[in-house]
């Protein structure tokens, strides 16, 4: 069964810190859709990983990522994915599994102000010893992949007003 193509299916991608979580649940209330954090699909053993400072392999992946496309496709309404899709790879399999259009979002920031970030931040799993990991395996999106890109060093209302203009142009 082929999903429907009118619902917007979103990916907000990149490394962790750069804002996936707090952008996702900002723009999913401008714009009426729901958010899911992607981490909150990944397999404990994932998380665990994580937790001891371990980079996470392809393997480690795929089977999460699967997950994610097939949740994008299963969605009846608008949906943003927050998942760091790092490689155009992971980014190929999520549409795969989608059967629809996915757009993808990849909120890019440098390596210093993600460190700032990540080192601010409580309660999350991935510790700051992997950010340089995390931009070794980021590939950022083509010019032929559904992409938009966007600068994360610009406060939290500004990045949502322009990845929702962004997405209404692409609409229009």
């Known amino acids: 069964m082929t999903a429907s193509p009118s619902i917007l299916r979103v990916v907000l991608m990149g490394v962790a810190g750069c804002g996936k979580s707090a952008v996702g649940a900002a723009l999913a209330t401008r714009l009426g ?5 992607g981490d909150d699909l990944h397999p404990q053993a994932n998380i665990e990983k994580m937790r001891r400072g371990e980079p996470l392999e392809d393997a480690d992946r795929w089977p999460w990522l699967t997950l994610v496309g097939r ?13 760091s899709a790092l490689k155009r790879a992971y980014r190929d399999l999520i549409r795969a599994e989608a059967d ?3 757009t993808f979002v990849h ?10 970030r990540m ?22 999106p083509g010019v032929d992949e559904n992409a938009i890109t966007v600068d994360i060093d610009a406060p939290l209302d500004t990045i949502v007003a322009t990845i929702a203009a962004r997405l209404q142009e692409r609409q229009s």
């Open 33 to 37: 859709a729901t958010y899911v954090d």
């Open 71 to 83: 949740r994008l496709g299963a969605t009846h309404g608008d949906l943003l994915l927050g998942c």
């Open 100 to 102: 629809a259009p996915v």
């Open 107 to 116: 909120l890019s920031g440098s390596r210093e102000l993600i460190a700032r």
């Open 119 to 140: 080192g601010a931040r409580t309660g999350h799993f991935m510790p700051t010893s992997l950010i340089d990991s995390q931009f070794a395996t980021l590939e950022p």
